[in-house]
């Protein structure tokens, strides 16, 4: 399929079809290295827009000289936006029958775009997922070969209650061992480390969610894109890898705690509740007792991690960090 997709492309659109929009997902660590990806591994055409939400000065001086070189456009923010936030300003630049919303924290594969134009193209879909990968050594380990989501209503008696779907299919699994089962096919969930979108669908529903300040906004789209009558599909000849931290830098931390701030997680959970009507079920319980979790995966066990203290010691340590880490939370995202 891959050397069919570059065959169909030999005679390349002079104006490209595509615009890549490039936010940061969580950090700004990982800018030099994702970006050196996208011009390293995509040769079908595509206008690049980045969107620089108040990066440290030595990645802002870096994008910028970037942009100079490479002739593509810079957004910058002088405030630290939400992901959503940041993909609207980018999506309202965008003229191209396709965008590709990219995390700044991803590395790709040669011919992952035209493996996506040609599946969209080919299948008229309106979304298309590559297979993504997580985490170090690149494309060895499945995040997401697309899942389900939607609502499910559940009669009991007089009682309606309405669940949230959300099901990510083979997360966890080596690539290598679920590659051969893979084909393009129709499925229900695309996540944003990396997503093609026909751009026309927005004219029916409307920019990104900004109320999503953290999570859920890639299940949001789904089920708008579904309701909308679209589809959804997964093109596995496409292959790309987000790779989160640790480790983080000092400069990403202010961001990092306020994207997975409680007030910013717990603040988005509750609108995806009202806004479709759904039960406040086990799964939001869950999700709200879950809160800061996170942080303490990224930063305090890590942190803790550094005294020696023994096992005893660490779950001592970690507490009483998780609970300094909840003061300082609080207090940072409302500075």
Avoid at 4 to 10: D, E, K, T
Avoid at 160 to 178: A, F
Avoid at 277 to 296: A, C, P, T
Wanted: some cysteine.
């Amino acid at each position: 399929m891959k050397g069919q997709g570059i065959n169909a492309y030999m005679n390349l659109p002079e104006i490209p079809q595509v615009t890549i929009v490039v936010v940061p997902r969580e950090r700004f660590s990982y800018t030099q290295e994702s970006l050196t990806s996208v011009y390293k591994h995509t040769t079908y055409p595509f206008k690049l827009i980045y969107v620089d939400v108040n990066s440290p000065a030595h990645i802002r001086d870096y994008l910028a000289e970037q942009a100079k070189q490479k002739q593509f456009q810079l957004i910058r923010t002088e405030k630290y936006l939400s992901p959503n936030c940041a993909r609207n300003i980018g999506l309202r630049e965008v003229t191209s029958k396709y965008v590709v919303f990219l995390d700044n924290d991803v590395v790709l594969t040669p011919g992952w775009l035209e493996a996506l134009v040609e599946c969209a193209e080919t299948t008229g879909a309106t979304v298309v997922s590559p297979l993504t990968c997580q985490g170090t050594p690149v494309h060895a380990e499945v995040h997401c070969a697309g899942g389900e989501t939607g609502v499910k209503v559940e009669i009991k008696g007089e009682t309606t209650r309405r669940k949230i779907v959300e099901k990510i299919y083979l997360q966890g699994k080596r690539v290598e061992d679920v590659q051969p089962q893979l084909k393009r096919e129709e499925t229900g969930l695309a996540e944003f480390h990396c997503v093609l979108v026909r751009t026309e669908i927005f004219q029916q529903i409307g920019l990104l969610d900004e109320k999503l300040l953290s999570t859920k906004e890639h299940v949001d789209l789904c089920m708008l894109v579904t309701a909308a009558g679209g589809t959804i599909y997964l093109e596995p000849e496409s292959i790309v890898t987000y790779v989160p931290g640790p480790p983080l830098e000092w400069t990403d931390l202010h961001y990092y705690m306020l994207r997975w701030s409680d007030r910013w997680e717990f603040s988005s959970l509750k609108h995806l509740l009202e806004k479709w009507n759904l039960s406040e079920d086990e799964y939001f319980q869950n999700r709200y007792k879950r809160l800061g979790s996170r942080r303490h995966m990224t930063i305090v066990h890590p942190f803790a991690r550094k005294f020696p203290v023994g096992h005893f010691g660490f779950r001592v340590v970690s507490k009483i960090l998780r609970l300094l880490d909840r003061v300082l939370n609080r207090w940072i995202t409302t500075w």
